[in-house]
């Protein structure tokens, strides 16, 4: 079945023809049928500098534009033929599989949330995205979604990281961690003590305990959990990271004449360490727990990280990850009230 992506056009920062380029280029890769939502003379005139043979383009009408600086929310009530709005009405009507924004996170949320919905029983959604680790990817949620949660959400959070581990990786039974400040169960604010014996509690899930912001990159776990303030800072001070160490590296072996000499010789290296550290290689992340594939790309998303969102999205619809986040709520056990209701002091 081919899958059909639509693609808000309109997002980003670098405008429409980056987004295009990009989508073009993802839609090519994935064999899948694309649809540009935006303003029409913007997006014909991207698409007729470029090579669209052997693609199934369609252009989708949007007569607004929710800007980054909006109030998510509010700008999402008041724009309703906003490109965001627009794309993921296109999936409530059976028109695509899957929605791709490089915009406002906040109204892309909200957009779901007014469009789609949740999926039943999910309580808040969360935005998952994969960390380059020692070995290989470790998956890391919320990331921005829900700042301020309560314990029963990062549950729902796990078990809907669970479903993705599983189901995109081919993972079984993921082990998962609660990111705290140290492993001992009584560290952490008072969220994480909260949370703690509650995942403790799910006998279905692979809950190996703390692990510290170290263990991220190590590849400690297949999955860590934190609230979406946290987990925002993690992932953005691991991008910031990631490019500090590459224009080090390009800044020291680029230094002598020798230095140079031997960086030539080792470039196969370099480029295979900038595109695992590098975040266009990710491209997006997709928001569990609603009714639909929606993908949040990086407003400063490039073509190239586009074109990776438009793999995301392809596999998510594939997979039927909003299905199996339904079926996994939908057996999950209810948790015993002593232990919901057990905290501890912080240490």
Do not use: C
């Amino acid at each position: 079945m081919t899958i059909r992506i639509a693609v808000d056009a309109m997002g980003g920062d670098n405008g429409p023809a980056v987004i295009v380029e990009g989508a073009l280029a993802g839609a090519r890769t994935q064999r899948a049928t694309l649809l540009l939502v935006g303003n029409v003379a913007e997006i014909r005139t991207a698409l007729s500098r470029l090579d669209t043979a052997g693609v199934d383009v369609e252009v989708v009408e949007a007569t607004d534009v929710v800007a980054m600086d909006d109030h998510p929310a509010q700008a999402v009530r008041r724009k309703p033929q906003s490109s965001i709005n627009v794309a993921l009405r296109l999936i409530a009507e059976g028109r695509a599989d899957a929605v791709v924004s490089a915009g406002n996170s906040g109204a892309v949320m909200a957009a779901s949330l007014l469009v789609l919905g949740r999926v039943k029983g999910i309580e808040r959604p969360a935005i998952a995205s994969y960390i380059p680790t020692i070995k290989g990817k470790t998956l890391l949620l919320d990331l921005g979604a829900v700042t301020d949660p309560k314990p029963s959400n990062l549950v729902q959070f796990a078990e809907m990281g669970q479903v993705y581990v599983e189901r995109i990786l081919n993972v079984r039974n993921p082990t998962i961690g609660l990111l705290s400040n140290g492993e001992e169960p009584t560290k952490g604010n008072a969220l994480v003590q909260q949370v703690h014996p509650l995942l403790a509690a799910e006998d279905d899930l692979n809950f190996v305990g703390n692990v510290e912001g170290k263990d991220v990159v190590m590849g400690t776990v297949d999955i860590v959990v934190t609230d979406g303030f946290t987990g925002n800072v993690a992932l953005k001070t691991a991008e910031g990271v990631a490019t500090f160490l590459m224009e080090l590296m390009r800044e020291e072996i680029t230094a002598t004449l020798p230095r140079k000499l031997a960086a030539y010789m080792l470039r196969p290296a370099f480029r295979s360490m900038r595109s695992k550290l590098d975040y266009a290689e990710i491209g997006g992340a997709p928001l569990l727990g609603v009714n639909g594939a929606v993908i949040i790309a990086h407003g400063r998303s490039s073509a190239r990280a586009i074109e990776s969102a438009l793999s995301v999205g392809v596999r998510a619809a594939q997979f039927d990850l909003a299905g199996g986040i339904a079926e996994r709520i939908a057996r999950e056990t209810t948790i015993p009230t002593d232990v919901a209701a057990k905290t501890t002091t912080i240490a």
